[in-house]
């Protein structure tokens, strides 16, 4: 099942995210087969603000899972954490229904 991940970092926290982006990215490197999409989001400023993922897992409390082993969360980076079902009409440029 799908799942949207949409992380918000707390203000101030871009050297937090610098400093453990490299973790971050190991620890998505375990989960490669399940990620459909990851990548920053961006302020105004076009600094790096929050994150999000789109994973297929079995269940929401795997996406749960997922989403709080994630190095960032475990330096409290984020200042909310938003994870909804989802499910794909469109993929690479086609109806994927």
Do not use: W
């Not at 799942?3 to 918000?8: D, M, R």
């Not at 929050?50 to 190095?71: H, K, N, Q």
């Amino acid at each position: 099942m799908l799942f949207t991940i949409v992380c918000t970092d707390k203000p101030g926290a871009f050297e937090t995210r610098s400093a453990t982006r490299e973790s971050h990215l190991a620890y998505l490197q375990t989960y490669v087969d399940r990620i459909q999409f990851a990548g920053p989001l961006f302020n105004h400023d076009g600094r790096a603000c929050g994150s999000l993922l789109i994973v297929d897992v079995e269940d929401r409390a795997a996406a749960e899972g997922f989403a709080a082993s994630d190095p960032y969360a475990k330096v409290d980076l984020f200042e909310s954490v938003v994870i909804r079902p989802t499910r794909a009409v469109f993929r690479d440029g086609a109806l994927a229904e």
